[in-house]
């Protein structure tokens, strides 16, 4: 059974058939993604919507405690449902939020946009998981398939089967990682134009509040990531004790120094009284002028990275373009 498997797997015509199948699947996905896709941020608004519930949930949880401990009594009903089961059983279960999560952890997961207990839950039991998986992958191609290190010693593919299950465990973070770098990037992008929205809307006589709101709006089709911050933002300003706490938080998750620079502007003119007005404009061109600089520097970089690239690609084409019409002549002549 195992030797027909291996020739199955190693047969050319069943891997070409296999290839295409993955290709033809492929195409016909990405035509037909735009319009199964739905619209992401739709579906971004509404899990925002569910934090907001959360953020609202909390600060009236906070708000009946203190209540009750004042008066000895309780105004607010709040009834907790302790429901376990599935990944969050196995993650309860094993305590794996103790040994595989930190306050780091929380962070990361909300600078990649997974905010609440479910992606925690998920990332923990992934960690648990992958190893595994990992490791049984490579078990079945090196040992039972044996496609591969075929010809390496006994001691060697063990220890490649422990450096794939290495791989599995740190897998959900490097995945986190790439996501909270796109974020970051998107966010950075488009944060000059969210500061010249809001600049008008603060000038016209808004709120920042109403600012925030209406600028998710508008800045949701160039950037999904920022509108879902400023909603996100908007709903911890109304309800959050502290307006401080909304734009430390809000520099916290974005963590890019333009972002820190206006939430401490708009903290210190919720402190002072100062125009936002004039700090929103100064800090809207300083950042444009950040990211055409960040511009300029990868324009500068790129005459070293083509240097390696030009000598090995272009260079040889070159010469065969230009020696070769002479050469061919030399040859033709019966050489020199």
């Not at 047969?11 to 993955?22: E, G, R, T």
């Not at 946009?113 to 490791?135: D, E, I, K, S």
């Amino acid at each position: 059974m195992i030797t027909q498997i291996t020739e199955l797997l190693t047969n050319p015509s069943f891997l070409f058939a296999i290839f295409a199948s993955v290709a033809a699947f492929a195409t016909v996905l990405t035509l037909l993604m735009p319009m199964l896709g739905g619209n992401e941020l739709k579906s971004r608004m509404k899990n925002v919507a569910l934090e907001r519930d959360e953020i609202r949930a909390r600060e009236r949880a906070r708000l009946a405690a203190a209540r009750q401990a004042t008066t000895g009594r309780s105004g607010i009903r709040i009834d907790a449902k302790d429901q376990k089961g599935g990944i969050k059983g196995v993650v309860e279960g094993l305590d794996l939020k103790s040994m595989l999560a930190d306050a780091k952890t929380t962070e990361k997961l909300r600078a990649a946009g997974f905010r609440g207990q479910a992606p925690l839950n998920t990332f923990l039991f992934m960690r648990l998981v992958l190893p595994f998986v990992f490791f049984g992958v490579a078990v079945l191609y090196i040992f039972v398939l044996e496609l591969v290190l075929t010809e390496k010693s006994t001691m060697m593919k063990v220890f490649a089967c422990i450096v794939a299950a290495y791989v599995g465990f740190y897998a959900p973070n490097m995945y986190v990682s790439n996501k909270a770098g796109k974020r970051k990037f998107s966010i950075q992008r488009s944060w000059p134009d969210a500061l010249d929205l809001t600049l008008i809307c603060v000038e016209s006589g808004m709120s920042v509040e109403a600012a925030f709101r209406k600028v998710s709006e508008e800045i949701g089709v160039q950037s999904v990531e920022l509108a879902e911050e400023l909603v996100l933002t908007t709903a911890e300003l109304s309800f959050l004790q502290e307006r401080k706490q909304a734009y430390e938080n809000l520099a916290h998750r974005t963590d890019l120094e333009s972002v820190r620079s206006v939430c401490s502007a708009l903290v210190q003119a919720e402190r002072y009284g100062t125009p936002v007005g004039t700090a929103l404009r100064v800090l809207s061109a300083e950042s444009r002028e950040l990211r055409m600089t960040e511009a300029e520097k990868k324009a500068a970089a790129l005459p070293p990275k083509l240097t390696v690239p030009m000598i090995l690609f272009f260079l040889p084409v070159l010469f065969g373009v230009i020696l070769g019409p002479a050469g061919m002549q030399i040859a033709a002549k019966g050489g020199f």
